[in-house]
């Protein structure tokens, strides 16, 4: 299994521009979520996904927009990049009932310039 | 979510075991220690968890008191690639989507 996968590892935005980032996960999980690590705040969440079809908003959404089609990705776009968007933003997904056993991706570094 | 303390850093050599220690005093029945690690650059990884008894993985093992007010995570043979932060988190086990809160952890660097 390579677990959960993201993409761009890396990507530099202007203000303004737009951009989806991709989250994988190849182990069946009906639960993925998006958050966002900013040095000294800790995980935040951004939204999150009960299984396919079905997604909700976390504590700092505005900005972000999520879909989920199949289970195995949880896309989220960027639809106007703006400085405040600088962040490391992770990936993770759980299966139902194990609510602290996340596995998270590796992140993706963001830099709005 | 109950309170933990823990060392802000630690560090050991190559080789020898490992012992990361959490205080929960404030934990309550239904609530389970979790331990994470993050390593450099990478995102959380999940350790181990439990709620009383002692546990064992391929990663770690975790044992927790018997009045659970503290744990230790032990890793038997520390490397270098074990050099990151270590979170403990004291959770019930239905949390629901409240995401995961690390706090400061224990930033803890193996010497070759």
């Known amino acids: 299994n390579a677990g959960v996968t993201q993409t761009p590892k890396f990507q530099v935005l202007k203000t303004g521009q737009s951009m989806t980032l991709q989250c994988a996960q190849d182990?069946?999980?009906?639960?993925m979520s998006w958050y966002r690590q900013d040095p000294g705040m800790g995980l935040r969440l951004i939204h999150y996904s009960v299984g396919a079809g079905i997604t909700d908003q976390g504590e700092v959404p505005n900005g972000y927009n999520v879909s989920r089609s199949t289970t195995e990705d949880f896309p989220l776009r960027l639809l106007s990049a703006a400085p405040s968007q600088t962040s490391v933003y992770f990936c993770a997904s759980r299966v139902r009932d194990r609510d602290n056993e996340q596995f998270f991706g590796p992140g993706t570094r963001l830099t709005v310039l | 979510d109950a309170k933990t303390t823990q060392p802000p850093s630690m560090d050991c050599a190559e080789g020898r075991a490992a012992n990361l220690p959490c205080n929960h005093s404030?934990?309550?029945?239904?609530?389970?220690v979790y331990w994470y690690r993050q390593i450099h650059s990478q995102g959380p990884q999940y350790i181990i968890h439990g709620l009383k008894n002692n546990e064992t993985n391929e990663m770690a093992s975790l044992i927790i008191t018997e009045d659970r007010k503290s744990s230790t995570l032990i890793l038997p043979h520390a490397t270098l690639r074990d050099t990151a932060v270590y979170y403990c988190i004291v959770r019930s086990r239905n949390s629901g989507n409240t995401p995961l809160v690390f706090g400061k952890g224990t930033r803890f660097s193996v010497i070759a």
């Open positions: 404030t934990i309550s029945g239904n609530e389970y």
């Open positions: 182990m069946n999980h009906e639960y």
